[in-house]
């Protein structure tokens, strides 16, 4: 059993594909459906853009050297659907060999698959409703052979930007509020994100222009939104004083960046590290007055 085009399709659906190399929220370079160098089919650098084909026949060929063994291994005999499904958990998880789900697929107990898949949904020790619909779905998938969701994607405006991954209404919220708190106005119609929001925000962060929201932009607000609350909290440890005003981002509360006034030589520090996380911001800011300066900092 092998990796099917269905299932690679369903995998893409749930990661994201991005043509364009990006940095993730750790700030390795990432492309296509999450692949980074240490995928071993590809070296995402600045600059690289791949197509969406390719793309897919990356992912294809990281699932087939990587993933696709293991879950050989854990579940002989499965069907294509049930192949699928398990290497979607791995690929996300990479625990097919400690999760206690398969023992129930291999008894035949549906419902087993089913609740065993759903206590899998946690990131950074909180439920994720991203998790939770990824598992519902690929116990779906597992269980009955079903690829495709049954409900499509919403529709956006003219004036709203096109999301392109799956966010509940909390989710969208969060990502609304860390647009605002970044100083890009999302609007004021809670079910969607402005248009020149986002192309702003893509703008000024060396991503690619396109005004949809998809995996590089949210993952690019993220790093934004984390070196903010880092700040801020290393501002307090340094003596900055002044209560944190917050508001909610994606995930966690924000605190107010003006907290950074008064701070002692470990927010200097910790200022001077972040800038050189966040290069490549800092990179795209200066390709308007100094390219070659930007240039230099993108290859470090």
Same mark, same amino acid.
């Given at each position: 059993m092998g990796t099917s085009h269905e299932g690679v399709r369903f995998i893409e659906r749930h990661e994201g594909v991005v043509l364009r190399a990006y940095r993730d929220v750790a700030g390795v370079w990432t492309i296509g459906a999450g692949l980074t160098a240490a995928s =071993?089919?590809?070296?995402?650098?600045?600059?690289m853009v791949i197509t969406k084909e390719e793309?897919?026949?990356?992912?294809?060929?990281? /699932?087939?050297?990587?993933?696709?063994p293991a879950v050989r291994n854990a579940m002989p005999g499965a069907r294509q659907h049930e192949f699928d499904g398990a290497l979607s958990f791995h690929f996300n998880t990479g625990a097919i060999g400690r999760a206690s789900w398969v023992a129930a697929w291999k008894a035949r107990d549906r419902k087993g698959v089913a609740t065993g898949l759903a206590k899998w949904?946690?990131?950074? =020790?909180?439920?994720?409703?991203g998790l939770v619909r990824r598992r519902k779905e690929e116990a779906d998938l597992i269980n009955g052979g079903v690829h495709e969701p049954s409900e499509p994607l919403p529709k956006h405006p003219v004036w709203a930007a096109r999301i392109t991954l799956r966010?509940?209404?909390? $989710?969208?919220?969060?990502a609304r509020a860390g647009f605002r708190s970044l100083g890009y106005d999302p609007g004021d119609d809670p079910r969607h994100v402005a248009l020149m929001a986002v192309i702003n925000f893509q703008r000024d962060h060396d991503l690619t222009v396109d005004g949809i929201v998809g995996r590089a932009t949210l993952t690019t607000l993220q790093r934004r939104l984390d070196a903010r609350r880092l700040s801020a909290r290393t501002a307090v440890a340094g003596g900055g004083g002044a209560a944190?005003?917050?508001?909610?981002?994606?995930? $966690?509360?924000?605190?107010?960046?003006?907290?950074?006034?008064?701070? =002692?030589?470990?927010?200097?520090?910790?200022? /001077?590290?972040?800038?050189?996380r966040y290069r490549d911001m800092v990179a795209a800011k200066l390709q308007r007055v100094a390219p070659r300066t930007a240039t230099w900092l993108r290859s470090r």
């Open positions: =071993g089919v590809v070296t995402p650098k600045h600059g793309a897919s026949r990356l992912l294809a060929l990281a /699932l087939t050297r990587n993933y696709a949904v946690r990131g950074g =020790g909180k439920v994720l409703p966010l509940s209404d909390k $989710e969208l919220a969060a944190a005003t917050q508001a909610p981002g994606v995930g $966690e509360t924000l605190p107010d960046t003006a907290i950074l006034a008064g701070a =002692g030589i470990v927010t200097v520090l910790v200022l /001077l590290w972040l800038a050189w």
